[in-house]
T-cell receptor, first 116, second 114 residues
Framework: NAGVMQNPRHLVRRRGQEARLRCSPM?????VYWYRQLPEEGLKFMVY????????ESGMPKERFSAEFPKEGPSILRIQQVVRGDSAAYFC??????????????FGPGTRLLVL | GENVEQHPSTLSVQEGDSAVIKCTYS??????FPWYKQELGKRPQLIID?????GEKKDQRIAVTLNKTAKHFSLHITETQPEDSAVYFC?????????????FGTGTRLTVIP
């Protein structure tokens, strides 16, 4: 029973390039959450998605960032025209479906993005 | 939205002693409070969680207490071991209209000295 999978584990991009981060939830989970963690800091919520639906994107920067969770395939967090400040660890988590989302969230191993 | 504060930011204890980490939250309607342990370079791992219909939950050496009136919850680790050394995060699920996510504290770096 595989846990939450993320790839790539490490990603290096030059300023101005695009970064695509992928997250496959645990089997049976249909809710996905993305978080950003800067070094020595806590986890900051970015976006909460169900299949084909964004539930809450209140933590997403208004520009350059987008997320999707298609009917088939992994959830994708996309960062366009990356800047050095985007360097961070990006974690996704998944949970069982719930009417209010208060289910236990299980985290993936993270993608460490480095922008040169 | 929800605001979660966590104290202390660092904590050192002797092996075998107890460790206590405290968090406060602002949204009185929050009803789910998980604790995560994160080792260096690793993913956050859930160690215990509590929902607002109970005041205490225990799992072996780990316990969490919740005081809804005071809006604070605490993590207690007894008989600490060196492998307990990690960063611990508390979180609260925002229940206000429009809040659909976990708000995390800033973390406590626990060091257990052998």
């Amino acid at each position: 029973n595989a846990g939450v999978m993320q790839n790539p584990r490490h990603l290096v991009r030059r300023r101005g390039q695009e970064a695509r981060l992928r997250c496959s939830p645990m089997k049976g989970h249909s809710h996905v959450y993305w978080y950003r963690q800067l070094p020595e800091e806590g986890l900051k919520f970015m976006v909460y998605l169900q299949k084909e639906n964004i539930i809450d994107e209140s933590g997403m920067p208004k520009e350059r960032f987008s997320a999707e969770f298609p009917k088939e395939g992994p959830s994708i967090l996309r960062i366009q025209q990356v800047v050095r400040g985007d360097s961070a660890a990006y974690f996704c988590a998944s949970s069982l479906p719930s009417d209010r989302g208060r289910e236990t969230q299980y985290f993936g191993p993270g993608t460490r993005l480095l922008v040169l | 939205g929800e605001n979660v504060e966590q104290h202390p930011s660092t904590l050192s204890v002797q092996e075998g002693d107890s460790a206590v980490i405290k968090c406060t939250y602002s949204d009185s309607a929050s009803n789910y409070f998980p604790w995560y342990k994160q080792e260096l370079g690793k993913r956050p791992q859930l160690i215990i969680d509590i929902r607002s219909n109970v005041g205490e939950k225990k799992d072996q050496r780990i316990a969490v207490t919740l005081n809804k009136t005071a809006k604070h919850f605490s993590l207690h680790i007894t008989e600490t071991q060196p492998e307990d050394s990690a960063v611990y995060f508390c979180a609260a699920w925002g229940a206000l209209t429009g809040a659909n996510n976990l708000f995390f504290g800033t973390g406590t770096r626990l060091t257990v000295i052998p």
